[in-house]
């Protein structure tokens, strides 16, 4: 006899973003263009509700300042609630195993978020949870902030903005996360996307086998490489982030000369931006490390979204709740 409750079976499966592969194009537009409705929205003070009684469970291994917070907030607006989990404060941190919380939790939430390390993390969580994943940061990809990132493109160059051969955009740093899944955004949406990272720091090989992969069937264009000058030239979205990511930081004065001589170059300042196209946009999901990936005058520049890039990570954590909470 099993002890499985009647009904299980019958219920739809579940869906998790885990990577933005798990989306596809059309899903990706379609939540870009609601997180903008939902900004309109929640500027004329009109709200949608359709989280009230539900509840996000939100383990978080590693810092956050924007991606938690954007998420509690969201599940508030939208009339549901947020639980923030802590290693430390919770038995996860005394070694629970990851599948029995995952179990325990989708027992009492709507859906988890998760800030960990490894991608297969994620994956196991996805696997032992009865309720939708989302990847809220891993060491290898980050899509809940490429998806504001391309809400702000859209936003700020205005409708069909992400259609293939309008714009061209450029990842100036590590091939770490955000460029991983940069690399699958402009894959799945058929950008133009010119990579510049330093020797040694090459993008893992499987994200760029499958980003490459569907490029030729979408048509988009992803060239890496190892010049941050010709990388930027004639760009119309300039993207960067820290050269050290969390967990790999420096910790000796060798190590971060190391990291500094690396990475030597690889900053967007005042001169590299008068080689990208004429107005264009510069992104970076903070925190940033004013001096070394980019300049103060850039970061705080007109030419910087950065900061409706930020705000923008709030309506994408509303589009992407209600998208995996209330399907349908
Ligand atoms: N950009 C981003 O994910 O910021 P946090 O680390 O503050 O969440
Ligand atoms: N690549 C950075 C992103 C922080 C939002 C990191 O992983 O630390």
């Known amino acids: ?73 969201a599940a508030f607006e939208l009339g549901g609630h947020a639980v923030y989990l802590s290693p430390q404060g919770t038995q996860i941190g005394r070694g629970e195993p990851l599948r029995d919380t995952a179990r325990v939790l989708g027992a009492y939430c709507h859906a988890i978020v998760i800030r960990t390390y490894g991608q297969q993390v994620v994956e196991e969580m996805a696997r032992f949870a ?55 955004a402009a894959a799945l949406l058929g950008l133009d996307l010119s990579l510049a990272h330093p020797w040694g720091r090459d993008p893992d090989a499987e994200v760029l086998r499958r980003a490459q992969a569907e490029a030729s069937r979408t048509g988009a264009r992803i060239v890496l490489g190892h010049d ?22 420096p910790e000796s004065r060798a190590e971060q000369d190391r990291l500094r001589q690396r990475f030597a170059g690889f900053c967007i300042d005042e001169e590299l931006m008068r080689k990208a196209a004429p107005g264009a946009m510069v992104l970076h999901c903070l925190p940033a490390h004013r001096g070394e990936e980019i300049t103060d005058a850039v970061l705080e520049g007109e030419q910087s979204a950065v900061f409706v890039q930020a705000e923008n990570r709030l309506h ?13």
Do not use: Y
């Open 1 to 73: 006899m099993t002890l499985r409750p009647a009904g299980c079976a019958s219920r739809p499966p579940k869906r998790d973003l885990l990577s933005l592969f798990d989306l596809g194009a059309e899903t990706i537009r379609a939540l870009v263009d609601r997180a903008l409705e939902l900004k309109r929205l929640r500027g004329r003070g009109e709200q949608p509700q359709p989280l009230r009684g539900r509840t996000i469970g939100m383990i978080f291994e590693k810092a956050s300042t924007r991606t938690r917070v954007s998420f509690e907030v």
């Open 130 to 184: 009865p309720v939708p994943v989302i990847n809220g940061l891993t060491d290898l990809l980050h899509p809940t902030q490429v998806l504001a990132d391309l809400m702000t493109v859209e936003e700020l160059r205005g409708p069909g903005a992400l259609q293939p051969g309008r714009l061209r955009f450029c990842w100036i740093g590590d091939a770490n996360n955000m460029a991983h899944s940069w690399m699958n």
């Open 228 to 249: 941050v000058v010709a990388a930027a030239a004639g760009r119309d979205v300039l993207s960067t982030d820290v050269w050290a990511s969390m967990g790999e930081e």
């Open 316 to 328: 994408m954590a509303k589009a992407l709740l209600e998208h995996f909470v209330c399907p349908g």
